[in-house]
């Protein structure tokens, strides 16, 4: 039996906010929330900015033996994303997000990876569970004793995280494994759903035989009653058989669904200085040594040219097979119009270029929808040029149906069930 994914997303920026900094993703192998959070209008650019980084997980399956360090190393760019984005936008310091999602792997895995208050619920066999710890204060009061779940639920400090994604390299999510069961339905949700509408209400929704479209409208249209002073954004998920045709196109909701100019394109952290400066370290080291007694101490000019030389044959080196490896990395990024794919590296060292463009597709920027119209500006990370040009045609394809869907007069890229 082959498993798959039938999901919805939906989001609303609430009854007192003016800005939605909620973003959702789902997707037929990647289900996502982030409440982002701090910084004068940064809390949108920092979730935008972790699921942009997220969303080309959902590409392919992925094998369950390094679903894991796949998601941490992918939750590391993003969040180096966030500090860069803050070192070029002063007015974004201190913003932060939440995430919690989850991506397929192997056949029935599903790799969990989760920071902040946003919450997952997985219902099987008829029973709801929560299967993320909340990383807030709140939560530190119940684990060590001082108030009970119940409490928490009304505590007038509920929404106090103590630990989010803020661009810090000590930023750690937690990450686990689950096995999916035919049945299984989970409910990602910020801490809009979470802290406005009551557990038990949340449980009979999901009990209620719904659909995941029906069901998130039904939880939205819940959080609105009660008031909603929070943004609210709520991804399903059911555990389905293949057979079944479950949703394929992907679904994304809230501030990452909004076009944007202020996401910052994520850098890889190799430094081709870095290496240049372990190996000047490493010749200063082998030369640095007393002479024999019965040799003729060198001159100090002598001692200066080996030295010189040496460290400029490192340097040379290092350059050189940094250069070599460069020449084998790709991203998608854009010629200020089109599509296009680049061989190198997304950035550049003081003067030198470290990509050159290898081709411009024929996708006008303009025909794709806002959200992968952002993570093409972004520009989009692939491990080889074979990724690169079967993601190239994915956007392709992607272009053409959002074509389609405009010249019928229907918005594209705004999300659907």
């Not at 796949?70 to 002063?90: D, G, I, Q, V, Y």
């Not at 009551?198 to 029906?214: C, H, N, Q, S, W």
């Amino acid at each position: 039996m082959t498993l798959a994914i039938n999901f919805a997303a939906r989001t609303d920026v609430g009854l007192v906010r003016s800005r939605n900094e909620d973003s959702g993703y789902a997707g037929p192998h990647l289900l996502a929330v982030a409440d982002g959070m701090g910084g004068h209008a940064g809390g949108n650019v920092a979730s935008s900015l972790v699921l942009a980084r997220l969303a080309p997980l959902d590409g392919d399956s992925h094998g369950a033996d390094d679903a894991l360090e796949l998601l941490a190393r992918t939750l590391a760019t993003a969040n180096s994303s966030l500090a860069r984005a803050m070192e070029k936008n002063p007015e974004l310091k201190g913003m932060g997000t939440t995430l919690t999602a989850l991506m397929r792997c192997g056949s029935t895995g599903l790799a969990l990876v989760h920071i902040g208050d946003s919450r997952a619920f997985l219902l099987r066999d008829g029973e709801v569970n929560q299967i993320t710890r909340d990383h807030s204060f709140v939560q530190s009061l119940v684990d060590s004793g001082r108030i009970t779940e119940e409490d928490a639920e009304h505590h007038p400090q509920r929404s106090l995280v103590t630990r989010v994604l803020t661009g810090a390299p000590e930023d750690e999510p937690d990450l686990s494994m689950r096995q999916a069961r035919l049945g299984d339905r989970y409910l990602i949700c910020s801490d809009g759903l979470s802290d406005y509408v009551g557990r038990d209400t949340i449980v009979d929704v999901l009990k209620a035989g719904m659909g995941p479209g029906e069901t998130a409208d039904k939880l939205v249209d819940l959080t609105l009653r009660a008031g909603a002073p929070d943004n609210v954004t709520i991804v399903i998920g059911d555990i389905v058989e293949t057979t079944s045709n479950p949703t394929s196109q992907p679904v994304i909701v809230g501030a990452v669904a909004e076009p944007r100019n202020a996401l910052t394109p994520a850098v890889p952290a190799l430094s081709p200085a870095a290496k240049a400066a372990a190996l000047r370290r490493e010749a200063l080291g082998t030369v640095d040594e007393e002479p024999d007694d019965d040799e003729t101490p060198r001159r100090p000019w002598a001692r200066w040219l080996i030295v010189t030389a040496l460290v400029l044959l490192a340097v040379g080196a290092a350059l050189f097979a940094a250069y070599d490896w460069t020449r084998h990395q790709f991203y998608i990024g854009d010629d200020g119009a089109h599509v296009a794919i680049y061989r190198g590296l997304p950035q550049d060292l003081g003067p030198i270029r470290l990509s050159t463009l290898d081709e411009v597709t024929t996708i006008p920027l303009s025909d794709l929808p806002p959200f992968e119209r952002s993570a093409v500006d972004a520009t989009i990370t692939v491990s080889d040029e074979n990724e690169a040009r079967s993601r190239v045609e994915a956007l392709r394809q992607t272009a053409e149906a959002c074509r389609l869907q405009r010249s019928s007069g229907i918005p594209c890229g705004s999300g659907g069930s």
